[in-house]
């Protein structure tokens, strides 16, 4: 079969593949470049990779994410692992670690991602900035493995470590996190989201706000003055996230969008006196 004969196949469409999924099948399985595909429809596909790619698109056609079933994913320009132990990486998140460089400026700061998952935002801030000190969190220990294997794998050194919330952490001038934030029953959660990703990941309590909670209630205990907290968020949760962080006395509170204009992230900073 061809090249454009595979990727055009009645399987294949129906996987519904956005073009930067296409071009990651097209990598990872068949070895070719979206370019190939332009110039080179014509070129003959192995039968047991036309195979492979009719198998993988047979899998997202019945609704599995395309990051679980090929192992990968990529996130600000980083290839990670993702299993389906952990959150697949959205590119929403990258807000989180713009931000978080606009505070972190050209200081060699020390940092805590918590809630960590794949390891996206840790690893993405230290191959970024790679004199900044970066350790990372999450509360499911085969995410925690999952991250260090991408840290091994990508040669980025940032420590890992299991705990629920702040448990275990040290002092640090900037926290960032993409905690679970959506309400139990929430009936506009996508169901293939539900079916496929970690609940733990996902859901936090009646109103989505359980971890973002403690994390502002409990970040100025781990924070230097000065030091930032910085969360991202549901679209809806903007005006929640500014209250609580009146409540506990934080100040500079700003909500930051993401490139579609939504609320995404809000940070905060601990007062100096
Ligand atoms: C929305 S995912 C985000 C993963 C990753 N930061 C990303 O952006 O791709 C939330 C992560 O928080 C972790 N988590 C849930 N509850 C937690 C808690 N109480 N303490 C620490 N981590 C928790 C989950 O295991 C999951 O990996």
């Not at 370019?35 to 039968?47: G, K, N």
């Not at 000065?226 to 006395?249: F, K, M, P, S, T």
Request: net charge negative; proline share 5%; charged share 25%.
């Amino acid at each position: 079969m061809t090249l454009s004969g595979v990727l055009n196949s009645p399987v294949v469409q129906s996987a519904e593949w956005t073009s930067s999924e296409l071009d990651l099948v097209c990598e990872q399985v068949l070895d070719c470049a979206r370019i190939d595909r332009v110039l080179e429809p014509h070129r003959v596909i192995d039968d047991a990779l036309v195979d492979r790619v009719l198998q993988i698109a047979g899998r997202c056609a019945a609704g599995e994410p395309l990051a679980y079933v090929l192992g990968w994913c990529d996130f600000d320009g980083l290839r990670l692992q993702v299993s389906p132990d952990v959150l697949i990486p959205r590119p929403d998140t990258e807000t989180l670690v713009q931000s978080a460089l606009e505070v972190i400026g050209s200081r060699p700061v020390r940092l805590l991602d918590v809630c960590t998952g794949t390891g996206a935002v840790a690893l993405s801030l230290k191959a970024r900035r790679p004199e900044i000190d970066v350790s990372a969190s999450d509360l499911s220990p085969e995410a925690i493995e999952v991250a260090q294997a991408n840290a091994v794998r990508l040669h980025l050194a940032v420590r890992f470590f299991i705990a629920d919330g702040f448990e275990h952490a040290g002092i640090y001038d900037v926290i960032c996190a993409n905690p679970p934030y959506i309400a139990e029953h929430d009936s506009r959660v996508d169901p293939a989201v539900i079916q496929h990703e970690p609940r733990l990941a996902l859901f936090a309590g009646l109103d989505g706000l359980a971890v973002i909670r403690r994390l502002i209630q409990d970040g100025q205990s781990h924070l230097t003055a000065g030091g930032w907290l910085l969360i991202e968020h549901g679209l809806d949760q903007r005006e929640a996230v500014v209250e609580l962080a009146q409540a506990h006395r934080w100040s500079h509170i700003q909500t930051l969008q993401d490139l579609a204009g939504r609320d995404r992230v809000t940070r905060m900073r601990k007062p100096y006196a």
